[in-house]
């Protein structure tokens, strides 16, 4: 379907779509030509606390946590194949909405299983020692614009796998598929409550629920800046969190690395998504000597890549999010311009009278004490930077206060694994950037956050454990 005019979306909470009552709209764009294509209700605190009073309710009396594993894995199935089944529809409206090429939006629809279970542990007595997995409760969870729905798959499914009911409140830039979704959970068979999707402003809604005392749990996707306001304010009432903050991940080139998979494999790294991704490749280190060859090499394919609407099959790169993002990597393409030499880009494409594109561009004989460097741009900006040897190449590697991904390249497996090893990231790729699946654990080390998504380890997030001790012995404990 293609939205041709400012449709009014309504949040979703209790089982019901719900206009807000102050009135007080929000505009969303489409940033490839900066119309406005919905407007979305900006909820009031009275709105937020009523979605997390249903997801208590839902969670304490109605009986939600006390569902088989078995029945909830039905219900995540079914949402899996409606994803499945809408999945073209979703990713047009996606694209539409984020600006991520259509090609693109078609990989971003996830599912998950339940494998949860306890242990028997060996305590020295004649007793029955369990550690029961229990759903820690009411999850607010606030997502990003970057991948919208996919954010919320990653967030929603193993919360519902372990038996807590959720407030999700997406991006205020890209809220519509979470809100398509929304409109599909009656019928799936999620009961009322246990799934509320507010939408509004993060300093407002999103601060809510953190500080909210009903809210067990927050799970959040987001700048790092947000991150730490938000451990600071859950700590008033001791909520666990987890954090996703992005990086400023290093893409590492040896010498002996495959020469043409390396110079695509930097590309890939950094200028996926219009380089709007946590985990982007935006430091490219590369051994001094293929460093000329490879900057040459990177910036002749840079020039290919096709700029355009979203909605375009041959694009390769759409426009930023919102003209907030926009400027926000335009002012660091600046500031890079005095740090370090430009190869390509540097500006916004003059090719384009409306949305909000900028070139890609890549910064090259950058010191990894710049600005372009060390703070995530989230835009595509590469920064290349040479390196002498291993040890040189660790060394900046892990000279940053980021460790959410790393890719190292080379052929010789004793360095690629030494590098593994001793990179301080959540997640290292060897010979590849990027590729992420839902069965394996996605999270940072230092300030990209903590806490893992994905697999049985990201249920894990999502549950308590309670240690229950079945005496065993008939006689009187005999103490006094
Ligand atoms: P943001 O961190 O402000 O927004 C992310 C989410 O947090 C949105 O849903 C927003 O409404 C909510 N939020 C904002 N302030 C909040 C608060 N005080 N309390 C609770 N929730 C709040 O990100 P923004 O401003 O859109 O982007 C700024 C930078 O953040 C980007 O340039 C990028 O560097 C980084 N970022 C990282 C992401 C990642 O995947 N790790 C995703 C998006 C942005
Ligand atoms: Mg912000």
Redesign the pocket.
């Known amino acids: 379907m293609t939205v041709t005019q400012s449709t009014p979306e309504a949040m979703f909470i209790d089982g019901k779509a719900i206009e807000g009552a102050s009135g007080k709209r929000i505009p969303v764009f489409d940033p490839s030509t900066e119309e406005v294509i919905a407007e979305i209700p900006d909820a009031s605190a009275s709105e937020i606390d009523r979605a997390i009073a249903a997801a208590r309710r839902a969670f304490d009396h109605d009986g939600w946590p006390q569902t088989t594993a078995q029945e909830r894995g039905r219900i995540l199935f079914r949402i899996a194949e409606k994803l499945r089944a809408e999945a073209p529809q979703l990713a047009e409206l996606e694209s539409r909405n984020s600006g991520k090429p259509i090609v693109e939006a078609e990989y971003d629809v996830a599912d998950a299983a339940t494998k949860i279970s306890g242990t028997v542990n060996p305590v020295p007595d004649n007793a029955l020692s369990l550690s029961l997995k229990e759903p820690v409760g009411v999850a607010g969870q606030?997502?990003?614009?970057?991948y919208p729905l996919l954010m919320a798959a990653w967030k929603l499914a193993p919360a519902l796998a372990a038996g807590c009911t959720c407030v999700l409140?997406?991006?205020?830039?890209t809220p519509l598929t979470a809100l398509r979704l929304a409109g599909w959970l009656n019928e799936l068979g999620v009961p009322p409550g246990v799934v509320n999707i507010v939408t509004g402003?993060?300093?407002t809604g999103?601060?809510r629920m953190?500080e909210h005392p009903h809210v067990d749990k927050i799970a959040?996707?987001?700048?790092a800046?947000?991150g730490k306001?938000?451990m600071k304010s859950a700590a008033d009432t001791l909520k666990r969190v987890t954090l996703?903050?992005?990086g400023k991940s290093p893409n590492i080139f040896f010498a002996d690395a495959d020469f043409e998979a390396a110079i695509d494999g930097a590309l890939f790294g950094v200028f996926i998504n219009q380089g709007e991704v946590?985990s982007a490749g935006s430091r490219v280190l590369v051994e001094r000597s293929i460093y000329p060859k490879f900057v040459e090499a990177m910036t002749e394919k840079a020039r290919n890549i096709k700029l355009g609407a979203p909605l375009d099959r041959e694009t390769k790169m759409g426009p930023l999010v919102s003209r907030e993002?926009c400027d926000?990597v335009c002012k660091y393409q600046q500031i890079g311009r005095s740090e370090a030499k430009v190869a390509i880009g540097g500006g916004q494409p003059a090719a384009f009278k409306r949305g909000y594109y900028v070139e890609p561009t890549i910064f090259y004989d950058v010191d990894n004490s710049a600005r372009i460097a060390r703070e995530?741009?989230?835009g595509p900006v590469a920064t290349v930077i040479p390196f002498e040897d291993e040890r040189d190449a660790l060394k900046i590697a892990n000279d940053t206060p980021f460790g959410l991904a790393a890719a190292v390249w080379s052929r010789d497996i004793y360095k690629a694994l030494r590098m593994v090893k001793a990179i301080r990231a959540g997640i290292v790729w060897v010979n590849h950037m990027q590729p992420t699946y839902v069965e394996a654990p996605w999270g940072g080390y230092k300030q990209s956050g903590f806490g893992r998504e994905l697999g049985i380890h990201g249920i894990d997030e999502y549950l308590e454990t309670k240690q229950v001790h079945i005496n065993l012995n008939e006689q009187p404990i005999g103490w006094y």
């Open positions: 606030i997502i990003p614009w970057n409140k997406p991006a205020e830039q402003f993060g300093e999103g601060a953190v959040f996707t987001g700048s800046a947000v306001l938000i996703e903050l992005g946590c993002q926000r995530e741009i989230f």
